[in-house]
């Protein structure tokens, strides 16, 4: 049985910020667990745009609070955000997260993150083996 809670991970690795500071995200599970997915907790700023890609990814992601949009830069569409809301990437659509108040999100990663993938120039994060 695993159990965390997402204080002990603030201030360690596991708490990751890109270099901008538009959001930080909590790994609260890691491909290391060996459980098949990981699990994430991100707090994105009011006010910003984030572009994300996730080519070797397919996330899921619950919005728990605040308000916004979601751009599917793939199909040209915007789909409103809010509390309650769900959208799952499973055709690793390239996408614009609008912050219009902060936001709060449980993502699940499958595979899962190890935990060292930066988001890359196209937001892509690379696609990292988990180590035995």
Request: proline letters at 4%.
């Amino acid at each position: 049985m695993i159990v965390r809670t997402t204080a002990e991970i603030s201030g360690t690795d596991r708490e990751v910020r890109p270099e901008n500071d538009n959001w930080v995200s909590k790994r609260i599970i890691l491909g290391g667990d060996k459980v098949g997915f990981s699990f994430h907790e991100t707090t994105i700023k009011a006010g910003t745009e984030n572009f994300f890609h996730y080519a070797n990814h397919v996330e899921a992601v619950w919005l728990v609070e605040g308000e916004g949009e979601l751009v599917d830069l793939d199909n040209d569409k915007t789909y409103p955000l809010a509390d309650g809301t769900m959208y799952l990437l499973n055709g690793h659509e390239r996408h614009k997260v609008i912050a219009k108040t902060q936001l709060r999100m449980l993502c699940v990663f499958n595979p899962p993150v190890v935990g060292t993938e930066v988001h890359d120039e196209n937001g892509v994060y690379p696609l990292v083996e988990v180590e035995d």
